[in-house]
Antibody, heavy 133, light 106 residues
């Protein structure tokens, strides 16, 4: 059975750092693109970052580029998100999510090739990050 | 970046109603669109991918259609378990979600 277990959230001050973890079971994490998605209190979903499956490429939303780093440890079947220089607007529940294994690995739009990083068929339970200013 | 706009933001309906939610994209991207259902305190659940393909185990009262810039999610006969918030997601260039549509009891 596929399971994702998020952890690492907590209360931090603005400017501080935090590392989130997502332990995967029931599948080999390195074979699939994985993402972090966040949801601010009472708000909608926002894709944050992704890491590709076979070849390690990483992708970030503009709102976190340069501050967040996604990575994985294949030996631990674990996905990470290191968040530096946290801001009040980063306050949210953070979910890790696995790409649904149906569809091509890349998508070409107007001649530009993008990795297919979604949709997401399995999600973690979420971990709350609160950044106090 | 591709922006996704859902309408309506809130929808009041009764059990048995036919419900339609629309998602419009700021630029065309074929059919790389998914729909999710989210209940309070829970992670989202994937319902439909590639605009119209139903995920296994999802009731057939859910259907999706559209291509290019306009997409719809239809629930043919609303059931008590369907009161939730629904999100569209484009995944043609990275990923963007719509702002959500809350389906509430009328």
């Amino acid at each position: 059975e596929v399971q994702l277990l998020d952890s690492g959230g907590g209360l931090v001050q603005s400017g501080e750092s935090l590392r989130l973890s997502c332990v995967a079971s029931g599948f080999t994490l390195s074979r699939y693109a994985m993402s972090w998605v966040r949801q601010a209190p009472g708000k909608g979903l926002e894709w944050v970052s992704a890491i590709s499956g076979s070849v390690i490429n990483t992708y970030y939303a503009d709102s976190v580029k340069g501050r967040f780093t996604i990575s994985r440890d294949s030996s631990k079947n674990t996905l990470y998100l290191v968040m530096n220089n946290l801001r009040a607007e980063d306050t949210a529940v953070y979910y890790c999510a696995k790409v649904f294994d149906s569809g091509p690995p890349t998508i070409t739009i107007f001649g530009v090739v993008y990795p297919r990083i979604a949709p997401f068929d399995y999600w973690g339970q979420g971990t709350l990050v609160t950044v106090s200013s | 970046d591709i922006q996704m706009t859902q309408s309506p933001s809130t929808l009041s309906a009764s059990v048995g109603d036919r419900v339609t939610i629309t998602c419009r994209a700021s630029q065309s991207f074929s059919n790389w669109l998914a729909w999710y259902q989210q209940k309070p305190g829970k992670a989202p659940k994937l319902l439909i991918y590639q605009a119209s393909s139903l995920v296994g185990g999802v009731p057939s009262r859910f259907s999706g259609s559209g291509s290019g810039t306009e997409f719809t999610l239809t629930i043919s006969s609303l059931q008590p378990d369907d009161f939730a918030t629904y999100y569209c997601q484009q995944y043609s260039s990275y990923s963007t979600f719509g702002q959500g549509t809350k389906v509430e009891i009328k």
